[in-house]
T-cell receptor, first 110, second 117 residues
């Protein structure tokens, strides 16, 4: 079993939809949770960074961490075509040894 | 499948020495490997892209003579930080794309923490 599981998609939604992206993990030692957005041929851009459980909101983006279920989510409200990208989850026990999900490819259609 | 490893996971070295970091695709052949650098709580900055058997393509602002990249086989790429200085201290992450797979799907390694004293 992989330490981090993420459905690679692809996921296609109409503009304005709420997007839900998820990852599950098996290592209970993970404490730091991150979501990255990667456009084609670019480096992953850090979107959200959370420590331990709980919710964090930044504009149209909300990250949720449920450590009891070993499940993290990223919600995108009012999705825009410019949100079309690959979204990677990543997590770490110590902010060093990172484990990335496979990435979910999202397309938001106008 | 699609596991990428890096070695070492952590390295501490003296200023002026060279450090080699290995990136391996364990269960697939990787035609393209990428090297990134990350500062705390920041995005991953693409340093260079390497294709097996050819010279790496460096991003603007990355010194190719300082960050030597070798992609000797379809499962191994190395990054050598030459004459390291404290400002080179960072978290270096590699990723790999599968041969025959989507070219923009990357599988990431766990990273290497470099500390230069």
């Amino acid at each position: 079993q992989k330490e981090v599981e993420q459905d690679p998609g692809p996921l296609s939604v109409p503009e304005g939809a709420i997007v839900s992206l998820n990852c599950t993990y098996s290592n209970s030692a993970f404490q730091y949770f991150m979501w990255y957005r990667q456009y084609s041929r670019k480096g992953p851009e850090l979107l959200m960074y959370t420590y331990s459980s709980g919710n964090k909101e930044d504009g149209r983006f909300t990250a949720q961490v449920d450590k009891s279920s070993k499940y993290i989510s990223l919600f995108i409200r009012d999705s825009q075509p410019s949100d079309s990208a690959t979204y990677l989850c990543a997590m770490s026990p110590n902010n060093n040894d990172m484990r990335f999900g496979a990435g979910t490819r999202l397309t938001v259609k106008p | 499948g699609a596991v990428v490893s890096q070695h070492p996971s952590r390295v501490i070295c003296k200023s002026g020495t060279s450090v080699k970091i290995e990136c391996r695709s364990l269960d697939f052949q990787a035609t393209t490997m990428f090297w990134y650098r990350q500062f705390p709580k920041q995005s991953l900055m693409l340093m260079a892209t390497s294709n097996e058997g050819s010279k790496a393509t460096y991003e603007q602002g990355v010194e190719k003579d300082k960050f030597l990249i070798n992609h000797a086989s379809l499962t191994l790429s190395t990054l050598t930080v030459t004459s390291a200085h404290p400002e080179d201290s960072s978290f270096y992450i590699c990723s790999a794309s599968k041969a025959g797979g989507p070219t923009d799907t990357q599988y990431f390694g766990p990273g290497t923490r470099l500390t230069v004293l």
